[in-house]
């Protein structure tokens, strides 16, 4: 008897497709990596109860006035050590202005909420592979601020002892702020380290610098974070310093997204790669047709 060769259909390699064999590899971590596409009941119902969670959080962090009046005359002499400590001026200044101090008034009170959940719409229409990353670097770079009110209670400049600050909003009777007027009772006054208007309207800057395609909208992504804040040292809500802690805050957001994706959410790719058995039926059929 002569030998039997059995040779595979011509093609087959090539047409079966690269995620099946890539599946049958593939950890727990690979599966972690992998974009998927985001639902938009799960995104609303997390972004829901994640600030709803932080708001509870922030609130129950003991208001130690004490320590936070101490803390804050400390972070007021390390910045004229500095030389920096010019957030007084900033605020009798912009205060001096009616309508400039009215309209940075509504700023701080609205934009922090508005302008965060327009980017994260945006990601999540247009962005899908990278939504889920990038919004981890929000919630890590919140959740790890929540530490820091529990762990360094601190007065915005407007509540010190024996300061000139103006609290604006009480002065020209704006409405919308947690930090002042009726509704300050519901917030909690001494957790102004860090600064998460800094931390969310840079990662909002951020975002939209790496990712929009327009060059002007670039430009008013990177000028967002810049004007939130001359706005929060303006209004005096927070001194340069809490703005340093939000940046700290949203550098360890990245760590954390690096950490769990392999890489940087931008350099995700921009829509969700098809799941593998999807893409392996087409391909199963042309290979069933050719043999």
């Not at 790719?269 to 593998?276: D, E, H, I, M």
Request: charged share 15%; aromatic share 12%.
């Amino acid at each position: 008897m002569g030998e039997t060769t059995v040779t595979k259909p011509e093609g087959l390699e090539a047409a079966l497709p690269e995620t099946v064999a890539a599946d049958s590899g593939r950890g727990p971590l690979r599966r972690l990596r992998t974009p998927r596409r985001p639902r938009f009941w799960f995104e609303i119902l997390l972004i829901a109860v994640s600030y709803w969670t932080y708001s509870l959080v922030r609130n129950a962090v003991p208001e130690q006035k004490s320590e936070a009046l101490r803390n804050a005359d400390w972070i007021w002499r390390v910045e004229h050590h500095l030389g920096i400590a010019v957030e007084e001026s900033v605020n009798h200044a912009v205060n001096s202005v009616h309508w400039l101090i009215v309209g940075m008034n509504y700023y701080y009170a609205t934009l922090h909420f508005i302008v965060t959940l327009g980017v994260l719409v945006w990601l999540y229409r247009r962005h899908p592979g990278r939504y889920a990353a990038t919004r981890l670097v929000l919630f890590a770079t919140t959740a790890v601020a929540l530490v820091g009110y529990y762990l360094y209670p601190l007065a915005p400049p407007r509540l010190m002892n024996g300061g000139d600050f103006i609290d604006t909003v009480m002065v020209h009777q704006t409405w919308g702020s947690m930090a002042s007027g009726d509704l300050k009772h519901m917030s909690n006054q001494y957790a102004a380290m860090p600064s998460m208007h800094i931390g969310w309207s840079l990662w909002c800057g951020l975002t939209i610098a790496a990712l929009a395609t327009v060059p002007w909208v670039r430009v008013l992504g990177l000028l967002y974070p810049a004007l939130t804040l001359v706005v929060i040292v303006a209004t005096a809500n927070h001194f340069w310093l809490d703005a340093v802690g939000g940046m700290l805050c949203l550098a360890f957001g990245f760590a954390v997204a690096r950490l769990c994706y392999g890489r940087q959410p931008y350099a995700l790719p921009r829509t969700v790669p098809a799941r593998g058995r999807r893409a392996s039926r087409p391909a199963a059929r042309r290979v069933s047709g050719r043999s």
